[in-house]
């Protein structure tokens, strides 16, 4: 089709969505709410009450409006690609002619189900059980997850090469929790409506589709029955599991996983690494005591569920409606074009990536994230060897991990090259199945091979960061150092409050419940003595039981084991970014002044709570608190600060009066 008569279809971006700008602000807070008792409300309150979800939003935080901020920018950009022809620049051409096919409604409408004709005609053939894993691995090696996952990762016993990872999955909804507790019972009759639909808008009579989402419906609870729950999912070393080919054989014949690697085509491997051995042992039973008619309507729903965000409107309205309206609360589809960002940035994101950086990115903003960094490091590295627990041996290892920790900051040294791809601008799903298919085949590629330690596991753009135990490394993207996190004309207590409270999250994780357990070269290593074991966990403990006596919604309480790592990391990034900033004040006192009638202290506490100050919807709290090892905005807000041994110093309630801390909880 010709590209001009595409262009001529779409709708450009207006100017008019360019969101506000984003920046730490009193006029957020509620002075009348006493900040003893109500952290979060008094940094939050009157932002919180002037800023409602947006019915396309599932939430509304500091998080997601930077998350708009930069998706307008991006936007703007792939739009730039898609209506002027970039000959001589492949990055820009291939964005363009991403964006330009999936714009082209027209195409996609016409189309209806025909691009996944060949998926089904595939699962239709299946003679025998003894293909299944054959057409498993077609469907993997297209980005399509059926039965169980798979990975391409460090080796975690061998941190310097990849390995192979083997691993539960094969689910539909969130976790296997949602298979069976009652809370979810709803979700589960809601589900299998919409398979029903879905059967139904394919061309299945109502009665078929009925009978085919409950085969759909009773292999995915055979599957959940056999999967580890979120928290059993925390546990490295469990996780951890070498299986030698002939093992493999042995141990799961009827899944055939040596057909499975050699259809993938693995490299010649010493061992493949299954994360969840008993989900394979099971596996096996359900080979056998599920009739191949049912597994061909199983991976025939793969395929539909798959492809529906992708495909024409009614099927995509139908995705929408239970994967994000139930699951989820999301009220009305986010605009197209965000949508189409969102799936760029997934598929071939470091290309857009490398574009975003070229334009947004500057270097002032690297060598400023460069020195807080260090600043934060120089207050760890003396918290461990301070550390008033932990023996004098393990502390030494401790400290010897921490001094080959790494960061990276905005953007790779070298970025993914994605110039083998064809993309087309009328062929959007298989545009889909292509970038799938390349980075695939990329991650199969490298097993054997060294780890390359310059490359990211998340996008430019992202507002996020990360940290790696495997490479020892903390990594923060480009998206997220700018307001409201990282502002340059911001005084540093709100700096260090914001953005230092989340480097110092990040940093440790190399030392939390489960970054611990990595040693200096980032292999899983049993590298503490007992003694030491047994004071981290009681610390951990406390922590874990703190959490889980919080409730998110009323009765709903926080899964303190689950959500264990990640608190751990918000208390030692507010301890660790507050002696760092308390450090710099000392250095130059004239930094240490009043604004707004607040001190230095203050802001920053302030700064820590704003950064996560939210609006959320009930349905995502609920699914957050059953997967999301993160505990609930308001609680990361306002629990760090407020068990802070210093806390209570600097804040006054409002009559005037201070008062008493009655938790102070402190690991790092």
């Known amino acids: 089709m010709d590209t001009e008569e595409i262009r001529k279809r779409i709708d450009r971006i207006g100017e008019d969505e360019k969101p506000e700008s984003l920046k730490f602000s009193v006029k957020y807070m509620d002075s009348s709410v006493d900040p003893n008792s109500n952290f979060y409300k008094f940094c939050n309150g009157k932002w919180i009450d002037t800023h409602p979800i947006p019915d396309d939003k599932i939430q509304w935080s500091a998080f997601m409006e930077l998350s708009e901020r930069n998706r307008y920018v991006l936007g703007k950009i792939v739009e730039d690609c898609a209506f002027y022809d970039n000959p001589d620049d492949p990055i820009k051409a291939q964005v363009g002619a991403f964006y330009l096919s999936a714009m082209d409604t027209l195409t996609i409408e016409r189309l209806k189900f025909e691009p996944i004709r060949e998926f089904v005609e595939l699962i239709e053939k ?137 259809e993938v085509q693995l490299p010649p491997v010493k061992h493949v690494v299954v994360r969840q051995p008993e989900f394979f042992e099971n596996l096996e039973k359900m080979l056998d005591q599920i009739p191949l008619s049912s597994w061909k309507v199983y991976l025939i729903w793969k395929i539909l569920n798959f492809a529906s965000p992708y495909l024409h409107e009614e099927v995509a309205n139908e995705h929408f409606y239970f994967f994000e309206r139930k699951l989820f609360g999301r009220k009305k589809q986010e605009k197209r074009w965000k949508r189409v960002v969102n799936l760029i940035d997934g598929e071939i994101g470091e290309a857009l990536g490398k574009l975003y950086v070229d334009q947004e990115f500057g270097e002032e903003s690297k060598r400023r994230m460069e020195v807080l960094i260090n600043d934060l490091k120089n207050v760890f590295a003396d918290k461990l060897d301070k550390s008033d627990w932990m023996s004098d041996k393990t502390k030494k290892m401790a400290l010897e991990k921490f001094s080959k920790f790494r960061s990276k900051i905005g953007y790779p040294t070298k970025f993914i090259d994605y110039s083998s791809i064809r993309i087309s601008p009328d062929d959007l799903f298989g545009n889909i199945l292509r970038s799938e298919e390349f980075e695939f085949e990329r991650e199969i590629r490298r097993i054997n091979s060294p780890v390359d330690k310059e490359l990211w596991q998340m996008t430019p753009p ?207």
């Open 126 to 262: 299946i003679k025998d059980s003894g293909e299944i894993i054959l057409t498993i691995s077609k469907l993997h090696g297209k980005g399509i997850s059926a039965m169980f996952s798979y990975s391409s990762d460090s080796d975690e016993k061998d941190s310097s090469t990849y390995a192979y990872y083997l691993k539960q999955g094969g689910l539909s909804l969130p976790n296997r929790d949602y298979y069976f507790l009652e809370p979810f019972e709803d979700i589960r009759k809601d589900f299998k409506r919409h398979v029903a639909n879905i059967f139904v808008l394919y061309g299945y009579s109502e009665e078929d589709a009925k009978k085919s989402s409950d085969i759909v419906f009773d292999t995915e609870v055979a599957l959940a029955k056999a999967s580890r729950t979120p928290v059993e999912l925390r546990d490295p070393e469990k996780n951890y599991n070498r299986f030698e080919l002939r093992e493999l054989e042995q141990s799961f014949p009827n899944v055939n996983i040596k057909r499975y690697l050699s």
């Open 462 to 668: 992202t507002v996020n960061a990360y940290f790696s135990p495997t490479e020892n490394e903390i990594v923060f993207p480009a998206g997220i150092l700018q307001p409201p996190f990282f502002d340059p004309n911001m005084d540093d207590a709100v700096n260090y409050g914001a953005t230092g409270g989340v480097i110092a999250h990040e940093i440790t994780h190399g030392f939390d419940d489960e970054g611990r357990k990595y040693d200096l070269n980032g292999n899983l290593n049993d590298w503490w003595s007992p003694e030491d074991i047994k004071e981290f966990s009681e610390r951990a403990k406390s922590v874990a039981n703190l959490y889980g006596s919080l409730e998110a919604l009323p009765g709903l309480h926080v899964n303190g084991e689950l959500t264990l790592g990640e608190n751990i990391a918000d208390l030692g990034g507010v301890s660790i970014a507050f002696e760092a900033l308390e450090k710099r004040l000392n250095r130059d006192p004239s930094l240490r002044k009043n604004i707004d009638g607040l001190t230095p202290e203050q802001r920053f506490y302030i700064a820590w709570s704003q950064s996560w100050r939210a609006n959320v919807r009930e349905e995502a709290i609920k699914w957050q608190v059953s997967n999301d090892p993160h505990s609930p905005d308001n609680l990361r807000g306002e629990v760090p600060a407020r068990v802070h041994y210093a806390f209570a110093s600097h804040f006054k309630g409002p009559d005037g009066t201070k008062k008493k801390q009655d938790t102070i909880i402190s690991i790092w």
